[in-house]
């Protein structure tokens, strides 16, 4: 156990590199897939298995996740602020990484 964590958050973090649909989308704009954040690949490298909890979620169950690892949660639906606060609430794991300078969530320029 503890080996299953759940990625919450408005940036691409997991990538759209295993996506052939997407990666084909982003060809046809001129834009190149984005790989998945270099920790998220250490801590899969590690044996962690890694998910990505869909931001419109309505529940976060701890019989999916052992751990919630909150990734700069911008503009989330407020249904899915209220699973994220049930689940700390019942005591689920929690690591909440916040930028306010995020090079990542800054509009293009």
């Known amino acids: ?3 299953r964590i759940g ?13 052939p649909y997407l990666a084909q989308m982003l ?13 998220l690949r250490l801590l899969e490298e590690q044996g962690y298995e890694l998910s990505a909890i869909d931001p419109d979620a309505e529940e976060i169950s701890s019989a999916d996740y052992d751990l919630v690892l909150v990734i ?9 602020l209220f699973a994220l606060d049930s689940w700390v609430v019942r005591g689920g794991n929690t690591l909440v990484l916040l930028d306010p300078y995020s ?4 509009a293009p320029q």
Request: net charge positive; hydrophobic share 25%; aromatic share 2%.
């Open 1 to 3: 156990g503890g080996k």
């Open 7 to 19: 990625v919450l958050s408005s940036l691409e973090v997991m990538g759209t590199g295993d996506n």
């Open 27 to 39: 060809a046809a704009q001129g834009k190149q897939p984005q790989q998945k954040w270099t920790v």
């Open 72 to 80: 700069h949660p911008k503009n989330l639906p407020k249904k899915t």
């Open 103 to 106: 090079i990542d969530d800054q």
